[in-house]
T-cell receptor
Framework: AQSVTQPDIHITVSEGASLELRCNYS??????LFWYVQSPGQGLQLLLKYFSGDTLVQGIKGFEAEFKRSQSSFNLRKPSVHWSDAAEYFCAVGGDYKLSFGAGTTVTVRA | DARVTQTPRHKVTEMGQEVTMRCQPILGHNTVFWYRQTMMQGLELLAY????????DSGMPKDRFSAEMPDATLATLKIQPSEPRDSAVYFC??????????FGPGTRLTVL
């Protein structure tokens, strides 16, 4: 069975500070891993994905994520957050198109 | 700029009424998903289709929900009869060639 755990329900970060969101997954084979962002009242937007190859993946909006097989983790990072990064972030794992999503982490950015 | 479209964006209805939500997937994508999002349950997969055939609808309450793809450009999700507990945001997503999913803006359903 596939599953995703996002341990942090809510994170508050100052504008300009770095951000790291944690994601741990369970999957029986080599996983396909994704990070999505959802702004209030919007759908989910794909930030980045990992299928194979380089374990450090670059995405849109200045985000990156690192796949660590030994830790079953796929943490999302951004070196310097902007107020517009306030949103909910979802990690997802899957294969053959069917994805399992984590419960999400809400990010608040303070001035 | 290819994107998934959903109509209506908002729907308020009374309990017992039929609700139909529509989705136009990205042209060329052959996999379509329906999700429901609530505060309590988060994102739940209701059903998904590949090449218009239903592959998995185990997440859907069978007695009142139905999902179809009449053609490659239209997916529908119907609730009949609707109940207040169906109030949620319903998302459609279409599957890209790399396994990623592209989400529509959602239909916010309120059942009174």
């Amino acid at each position: 069975a596939q599953s995703v755990t996002q341990p942090d329900i809510h994170i508050t970060v100052s504008e300009g500070a770095s951000l790291e969101l944690r994601c741990n997954y369970s999957y029986g084979a080599t996983p396909y891993l994704f990070w999505y962002v959802q702004s209030p009242g919007q759908g989910l937007q794909l930030l980045l994905k990992y299928f194979s190859g380089d374990t450090l993946v670059q995405g849109i909006k200045g985000f990156e994520a690192e796949f660590k097989r030994s830790q079953s983790s796929f943490n999302l990072r951004k070196p310097s957050v902007h107020w517009s990064d306030a949103a909910e972030y979802f990690c997802a794992v899957g294969g053959d198109y069917k994805l399992s999503f984590g419960a999400g982490t809400t990010v608040t950015v303070r001035a | 700029d290819a994107r998934v479209t959903q109509t209506p964006r908002h729907k308020v209805t009374e309990m017992g009424q039929e609700v139909t939500m529509r989705c136009q997937p990205i042209l060329g994508h052959n996999t379509v998903f329906w999700y429901r999002q609530t505060m309590m349950q988060g994102l739940e997969l209701l059903a998904y289709f590949r090449n218009r055939a239903p592959l998995d609808d185990s997440g859907m309450p069978k007695d009142r929900f139905s999902a179809e793809m009449p053609d490659a450009t239209l997916a529908t999700l119907k609730i009949q009869p609707s109940e207040p507990r169906d109030s949620a945001v319903y998302f459609c997503a279409s599957g890209g060639p790399g396994g990623e999913q592209f989400f529509g803006p959602g239909t916010r359903l309120t059942v009174l």
